[in-house]
């Protein structure tokens, strides 16, 4: 089978929010990056299906030039190659993003057969917007489901599980579709280090597409009222528990 | 007029639903809401038309179908925006209306302001910052991030009127086919009034048993950061955060956790945190109400025994939370 997952590079945010100076981004200078996490269970789970089913795995980002290190994260996971629609850093809208990946998926098809499946986040950890994958669907006229907790594949079909409140709830769709992951579908691998090596070695197709205007443009980021707050001490070790308790009494929960 | 989807539970409308209602009666003209299978009343929160889709496909959830509905009826009412919960299920259905219709969506708004162009501010990395944006839309496509904003009632006259959907086969496809039970094991995470969370400092999977037994007392629910899912000490569904449970304690009991931006998200619903933590620096301190420092290990052993005692001493009063003790 054939399995394509889409990964968004992300700063690790660490304990507080810092605006750049434009307050158009986050100040990252300080700050490492990774996938967003959501997808890395998207590429584990990749990786998982080609493991058990034989076929090709290929990771796709739309990125900045520097979002290479994610791919070859997840190539280091085992993903076969990867595909990097480089931007220049700014920021690319949902509407965007998704006719970007929208048209190096046709591309990508045209050359080497549909894919099987095509991962996505739920939704990215930075900008949240909880949509590229299924725009991406509903262009390629595929099905999808969301949010999912759970896949298995068997008979030319995707068994789904969504997290509810009170239980699961199950999707079977038949294949090709999209499918957008949350973290707790699986617990991703490390690398390893021939891992790593091999990584380094697997092909890379970069192209540049042209960012179009946004309809949802973004025109400043803002840190929320209420980091600072700086709590009341009730004590140090194990001698503060009779003030904790007390405090518990207090506000009615013990 | 603003058309806003109404999410309900066996006729109650959710309470992200009701926040939504709200903020569509701030963007003007009389608002109208959808709801699916089942009518909600909706007279207390100033809504003009309640409109019930009726179809025999609609038994169980299926996204595509509700998009579809959506954008049937916000084109017979001419809808000028169309509103849902940022919910799993509204962001879901939202972004499935705005890839059909070729339509930007806003998603997790907790303000929106009408006009030419539409101003909004919305969340980004789950509420731990916030973006503010213009949308140009012939219909603004809005999700209103959950508990942002408080439900106002308003007395309406609300018509009721029955909707008939014209729905293809194909929108029925991807569809809620079973629902499996979670075998019930304790307080959930999400609704517990009293959450102990356990990090990085618990220092390993066994070390989660003084944790469980101060939850058990308190009758409340286990938790832990995301380093501790990822190293395996516990499973993903007791992860409070941005990728894990969202939760709304009375009570948040914060032990050994740095507080990441990536934590905080999942408990800004919490009235109070109580952090214990071994750096008095840790960014934990600057989110929290209360501080212990200190070495968990000693400190939260001591809290149990000491609720204990304080017990023992008040007997016969029973245990003030229901679920009592289950350590």
Redesign the interface.
Known sequence: MRVLVCVKRVPFTGGKMVLAADSMALETRHLGFTISPHEECGVEEAVRLIEANGGESVVLTLGPPEAIEQLRDAMALGIDRAIHLQTDGAEWDPEASASAILDAIRAEEETYGPFDLVFFGNESADSGGFQVGLRVAQALGRPAVTGLKGVKVAGGSAHCEQEVDGGRDVYIVPMPAVLTVKEGLNLPRYPSVPGRMRAGRKPVATSTPTRPPARLEMLRLVVPPGQGRRAEVLGSGPSAAPAVVEMMRKIGVA | MPLVLVEQTGGTPSDPSLQTLTLARSFGGPVHALVIGQAVDLSQHGVAATHVAVHDGLDS?A?DAWAAILGQLSDRLSANAIFAAGT?RG??V???V???MGL?????CISVASGDQIHL?R???????????????PRPLI?VAPHTVVIETASAETKVEKFTPQLKEQEL??????????KGGGV?L?EA??VVSGGRGVGSKEGFAIIEELAGL?GGAVGCS?VV??A?WRP??D?VG???TKIAP??YIVCGI?????HMAGCKGA?????INSD?E??I???????????LK??V???S???RA?RAAHAPLPN??PGGERG
Do not use: C
């Open positions: 959830f996204p799993d962001n879901d939202m972004a499935r705005a890839a059909r930007p969506l806003a998603t997790n501010t969340q980004r990395w789950g509420g731990s910052l916030l973006e503010e944006a213009r949308m140009r839309s999700t496809a991807v569809r809620v086919a079973e629902r499996v039970s979670t959930s999400a009034k009293v308190l995301r899912t990822s395996g993903h569904s992860q941005q990728t894990g009375e009570l740095s507080g990441a931006t990536q009235k109070r945190i109580l952090a008095a840790a960014p301190m600057l989110n929290a109400d209360y501080a212990v420092v200190g070495d000693e400190i052993p001591a809290i025994a000491e609720i304080a003030p939370l």
